[in-house]
């Protein structure tokens, strides 16, 4: 499962250009993920510039802190 720290994520759409199981939605104040259509490739968080993303096998919350 993907986590996004939403203090950080400035929604810049990089991690949507890169998403091949097109998850990952981005809206004017948010960015969402569907960890059920997600494949794990961990491409999103590789290529986010503020490291906004990780992954975490643990929960399926998002970070809010």
């Known amino acids: 499962m993907i986590e996004i720290n939403r203090k950080i994520c400035d929604r ?3 991690c949507v250009a890169v998403c091949e ?3 990952i939605s981005v809206f004017e ?9 997600c494949t794990s490739c ?6 986010c ?3 906004a993303l990780a992954m975490n096998n643990f ?3 998002d970070k809010t802190d």
């Open 12 to 14: 810049c759409g990089c």
């Open 21 to 23: 199981a097109d998850c």
């Open 29 to 37: 104040a948010l960015i969402e993920i569907d960890n059920s259509k």
């Open 42 to 47: 961990n491409k999103c968080v590789w290529i």
């Open 49 to 51: 510039p503020l490291d």
């Open 59 to 61: 929960t399926n919350l």
